[in-house]
């Protein structure tokens, strides 16, 4: 194929959800560890740039980083989420993949996109059940064209790749019930009461993007997004 780079969006998330890694384990392993790995590898050999989509579910919020404090998690920290086999092959892919020097490492963390039934709308609308926790987004509309353009320009190194500012459950839920569905509704429960019906605990965190801010300032505030967005499809809805 003689490409001028790489870009591996592939891996595995689990179906329905995050709870198939637990007992999948070595499938696991091989294609978000390996497969990552090896494709790194032959971009190394060859001089090719390899930029990874990655995951921003490997922090959870801790007494330095508590819950609306604007106390993001940045690309030094260690991660510190071990709740999920997901995220722990995620956490080893990645200490590996960075010992290379021709990887962009993108951690896209709850993503949101105009096709609304896939990424994090699409899984929250379906429970009646939800915590209520304030999280940061990758808003792909606003960043997709921002890894092409890193692609293109040959940028290396980790990068949350989220929107500024985070948002919680409800929050999400009240713009999609406004701009969507106003008939929906949903009950909260403790984030106890979650864990106890699953089988791995999900992480939640905010994540700084000052790093990518200072390459590209105009990524627009989480909120901000979701709301022109939620607007966007009610308009084209009519
Ligand atoms: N969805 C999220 O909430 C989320 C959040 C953060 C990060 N991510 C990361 O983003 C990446 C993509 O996730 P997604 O949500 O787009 O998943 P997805 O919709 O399930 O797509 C994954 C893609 O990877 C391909 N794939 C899986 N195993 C492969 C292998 N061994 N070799 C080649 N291709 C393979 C699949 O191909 P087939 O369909 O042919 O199997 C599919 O096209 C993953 O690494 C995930 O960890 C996802």
Same mark, same amino acid.
């Given at each position: 194929m003689k490409p001028d780079c790489i870009i591996n969006a592939a891996g595995i998330t689990g179906k $329905?959800? !995050?709870?198939?890694c637990e007992e999948h384990k070595q499938e696991i392993v091989r294609t978000n560890v390996l497969g990552v790995l090896n494709l790194v590898d032959i971009g190394f050999i060859y001089g090719l740039h390899v930029t990874n989509i990655s995951t921003g579910c490997i922090y959870e919020y801790d007494e330095h980083h508590p819950m609306w404090s604007c106390i993001g998690f940045t690309e030094e920290d260690e991660p510190n989420?071990?709740?999920s086999f997901y995220s722990r092959s995620k956490i080893i892919m990645e200490k590996l993949i960075l !010992?290379?020097? +021709?990887v962009l490492n993108l951690r896209i963390k709850m993503p949101v996109s105009?096709?609304?039934?896939?990424g994090f709308v699409g899984k929250i609308i379906q429970y009646k059940k939800l915590v209520n926790i304030p999280n940061s987004l990758s808003m792909l509309e606003d960043l997709l064209p921002i890894a092409i353009d890193m692609t293109l320009k040959g940028i290396k190194g980790n990068f949350n790749f989220v929107n500024p500012g985070v948002v919680s459950h409800n929050q999400v839920m009240e713009l999609y019930k406004k701009y969507?569905?106003?008939s929906k509704t949903w009950e909260n429960f403790t984030i106890e009461e979650h864990d106890e019906l699953l089988k791995s605990r999900r992480a939640n965190a905010e994540l700084s993007c000052h790093k990518l801010l200072q390459l590209? $300032? +105009?990524? $627009?505030h989480v909120s901000i997004s979701l709301q022109n967005l939620f607007q966007e499809i009610k308009e084209k809805n009519q």
């Open positions: $329905p959800n !995050v709870d198939w989420f071990a709740g !010992v290379y020097p +021709n105009a096709e609304l039934d896939k969507i569905d106003p590209y $300032p +105009n990524i $627009p």
